[in-house]
T-cell receptor, first 114, second 111 residues
Framework: GAGVSQSPSNKVTEKGKDVELRCDPISGHTALYWYRQSLGQGLEFLIYFQGNSAPDKSGLPSDRFSAERTGGSVSTLTIQRTQQEDSAVYLC????????????FGEGSRLTVL | GDSVTQMEGPVTLSEEAFLTINCTYTATGYPSLFWYVQYPGEGLQLLLKATKADDKGSNKGFEATYRKETTSFHLEKGSVQVSDSAVYFCALSDQDDKLIFGTGTRLQVFP
């Protein structure tokens, strides 16, 4: 498809399990972002990849969270030993990386930790 | 650090009413300012933007003016429609494409 694709769209897991969330950005977009959307908390920045530069990980809430971007395209956000407070919608976005401020968002992966 | 504050919702209006959603920001530099919209069941999408002081962004009947003196970027529309019901996010970008978002304001428009 032409847009940002995220999978799974919904994930229910038990506390303590690891989860992986996947993002396929728009082809040719050099920048990729992960945000977390929690009820009443707005969009919380997690991590930002731009080309071959070192990622900006300043928003990751703990060392249980990590992300990688392989080949400058697909990205995976991994949450280890999930906690109930990790329940949220995880949004991925990509952009051409030209400082336009226009991010193209996927529809998100809803994570529920029981 | 940089931050964005926007009015809490929900904002409930009748069709054809005037809309204002307040947004103020804190930034060390001269950020670009944005409004994003999230329609039910859809991903966020850019609604409008302004890149320097006194610029006015506009789209789909919505407007917002970059006010440096009041550090504000309030969203306005003269006559809302039911189809405008959505969550609206104010955001800023200071040095790169990384956006800092507000908490979002839900707008509900009734016929």
């Amino acid at each position: 498809g032409a847009g940002v694709s995220q999978s799974p769209s919904n994930k229910v897991t038990e506390k303590g399990k690891d989860v992986e969330l996947r993002c396929d950005p728009i082809s040719g977009h050099t920048a990729l972002y992960w945000y977390r959307q929690s009820l009443g908390q707005g969009l919380e920045f997690l991590i930002y990849f731009q080309g071959n530069s070192a990622p900006d990980k300043s928003g990751l809430p703990s060392d249980r969270f990590s992300a990688e971007r392989t080949g400058g395209s697909v990205s995976t956000l991994t949450i280890q030993r999930t906690q109930q407070e990790d329940s949220a919608v995880y949004l991925c976005a990509s952009s051409p990386g030209q400082n336009t401020g226009e991010l193209f968002f996927g529809e998100g992966s809803r994570l529920t930790v029981l | 650090g940089d931050s964005v504050t926007q009015m809490e919702g929900p904002v409930t209006l009748s069709e054809e009413a005037f809309l204002t959603i307040n947004c103020t920001y804190t930034a060390t530099g001269y950020p670009s300012l944005f409004w994003y919209v999230q329609y039910p069941g859809e991903g966020l999408q850019l609604l409008l933007k302004a890149t320097k002081a006194d610029d006015k962004g506009s789209n789909k009947g919505f407007e917002a003016t970059y006010r440096k003196e009041t550090t504000s970027f309030h969203l306005e529309k003269g006559s809302v429609q039911v189809s405008d019901s959505a969550v609206y996010f104010c955001a800023l970008s200071d040095q790169d494409d990384k956006l800092i978002f507000g908490t979002g304001t839900r707008l509900q428009v009734f016929p």
